[in-house]
C-alpha cells in the first residue's frame, strides 16, 4: 500500500471515530469519493489497525442503524418549506 493511502486511511478512520461522522461527510470533509472513504474503512483499515477498525466499525453501524430516521427528517424539512 502506498504512504499516501495508508495515511488518508488513518486519517479518515479518526475522524469518523472522533466526530461520528458518516461516510457521506468524511467524503467531502477529505474531498474523495463516498466509495473510496467507504473502502478505505471497511477493507484496507482492517489491515493497518484492527483496533481503530473495530472503534470506526461500531460508528458505522450506528450511522447505518440511524440513517432512516435522518431521510424521513430530510423529506419532512422538504415539505415544511414548500
Do not use: C, W
Not at 473502502?39 to 440511524?66: A, F, G, H
Not at 431521510?71 to 419532512?76: I, K, L, Q, V, Y
Amino acid at each position: 500500500m502506498k504512504d499516501y493511502i495508508y495515511e488518508r486511511v488513518l486519517e479518515i478512520a479518526n475522524y469518523i471515530y472522533e466526530t461520528k461522522a458518516t461516510v457521506r461527510q468524511a467524503a467531502k470533509v477529505f474531498g474523495v469519493s463516498k466509495s473510496t472513504v467507504h473502502k478505505d474503512v471497511t477493507k484496507r483499515l482492517q489491515k493497518i489497525d484492527k483496533n481503530l477498525d473495530d472503534k470506526v466499525r461500531n460508528v458505522l453501524d450506528y450511522n447505518k442503524s440511524e440513517r432512516h430516521y435522518r431521510g424521513g427528517e430530510a423529506t419532512r424539512k422538504k415539505y415544511l418549506n414548500m
